[in-house]
């Protein structure tokens, strides 16, 4: 554990999953930390998350309530099949806590954010909705929401997400995010319908995750809330159906239904009893040469920092890693300045790893059929996945 040196008034802007978790992390070490975030009030979109042990560890180190917490723990296998229903490799999951220290959590992202948020104000944590930030002050650090008003402090972090204002203000690269070309489809389906269906029943009550693989699609599917639904990603190529300005755009079983035909049949039966869904735009942002402002009163983290496509499961995992690693700095008898940049040297390899593998599977899981693709199943075969828990 680290031994806190210095207590510091912390303001982070951004109370998403990577915005909590820091401040949890931060005001459990002594620090007295604010939260403020644009939103009306706090939330998560209604889908599911994988937290695997890299970043369940952390959660249960801060005194989340992941006991209590509804969710569905993988201790099974993880299938990567063909689109064919086919499997191209079982990975066994069920000694992953002897193997890696902590359990692969299967939970719904509302459970994760609101298990943080009652953690963090439990903690003593100030945490303020309807504070839309539209202005820092790296220098005598500080920043004014759109109505006028000014939270000061001595450590100002950024954790405003993909669409960050803080990144660009604080780096001075005016970066864009870039369309990646696919979309994510988040989808939840009652327990119900699939224990209506033989064929489908196992895969709500065996805690199973499985990845289906074809040509520009893979779907992920898991149960969560201990087997009250089924969560699918279905990531995808776009057919141009977001813009710059609308990234979440409706989606309908019809089309999910014609665009995953051909495939196995309990895909298609997936497909069958999916209601209205949501498809979120895919964007990533170039990595950055630094992630600490010059006054050394700054910092990035999570998405603002350095979004991750969700190909292996890690965006938020990593925004997690980044809340112990800046905790871990603060604590060193170093200057701030010195305890950021340190921060930013221990992660920056570690982020820049999972961001390059992430990318990489965006290829991996969607090669077309052939031998490209033959030579992805053997790596797969021989070598597992790569995710990096
Ligand atoms: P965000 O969650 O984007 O939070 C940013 C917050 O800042 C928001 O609350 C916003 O309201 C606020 N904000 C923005 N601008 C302002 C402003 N100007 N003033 C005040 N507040 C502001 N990760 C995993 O670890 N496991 C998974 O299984 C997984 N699956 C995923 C599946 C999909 C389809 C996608 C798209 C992502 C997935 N991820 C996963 C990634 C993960 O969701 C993100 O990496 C993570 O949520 C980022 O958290 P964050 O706190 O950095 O940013």
Not at 237 to 257: A, F, I, P, Q, R
Request: proline share 6%.
């Amino acid at each position: 554990m680290p031994q806190t040196k210095r207590s510091m008034d912390v303001l982070i802007v951004g109370a998403g999953l990577g915005g909590l978790a820091t401040g949890l992390a931060l005001q459990t070490d002594g620090h007295r930390v604010t939260i403020i975030d644009a939103a009306p009030e706090f939330g998560e979109a209604g889908a599911g998350i994988r937290i695997p042990p890299n970043s369940s560890r952390l959660l249960i180190r801060w005194g989340v309530d992941m006991e209590n917490m509804k969710k569905s723990v993988s201790n099974r296998y993880h299938f990567i099949r063909w689109q064919d229903g086919n499997t191209i490799v079982k990975l066994p999951f069920n000694n992953i806590v002897e193997t890696h220290g902590a359990p692969y959590y299967l939970v719904h992202r509302a459970d994760l954010h609101q298990g943080l948020l009652t953690a963090a104000q439990k903690a003593g944590v100030t945490i303020l909705a309807k504070k839309r930030v539209v202005k820092y002050d790296f220098d005598a650090p500080s920043a004014t929401t759109d109505s006028g008003e000014t939270f000061k402090a001595d450590l100002v972090i950024g954790a405003d997400g993909i669409k960050s204002i803080c990144r660009p203000l604080l780096t001075g690269h005016p970066d864009v995010p870039r369309d990646t070309g696919d979309v994510a489809y988040r989808i939840l389906i009652p327990q119900e319908k699939l224990l209506a269906d033989p064929e489908l029943a196992n895969l709500i009550s065996d805690p199973c995750t499985t990845s289906w693989c074809g040509p520009d699609a893979h779907i992920v599917g898991y149960p969560i809330r201990d087997g009250e639904m089924y969560n699918i990603v279905v990531c995808a190529k776009s057919y141009n159906e977001t813009t710059d300005e609308v990234w979440v755009v409706k989606g309908d079983n019809s089309e999910l239904c014609k665009r995953f035909a051909n495939w196995e049949p309990r895909v298609q039966k997936l497909c069958a009893l999916t209601g209205d869904f949501m498809k979120w735009r895919l964007c990533d942002l170039p990595d950055l040469d630094r992630w600490v402002h010059p006054s050394g009163k700054a910092v990035l983290l999570g998405d603002a920092c350095h979004p991750m496509l969700p190909y292996l499961a890690q965006g938020a995992a990593q925004s997690f890693e980044d809340a112990a690693a800046i905790r871990q700095c603060l604590a060193m008898d170093l200057d701030l300045h010195a305890s950021l940049q340190r921060y930013e040297n221990v992660r920056k390899p570690r982020v820049s790893l999972v961001q390059a593998k992430t990318r990489e599977h965006q290829y991996i899981l969607h090669v077309e059929d052939g031998s490209e693709q033959k030579t992805r199943d053997e790596k797969m075969q021989h070598n597992g996945t790569e995710n990096p828990v």
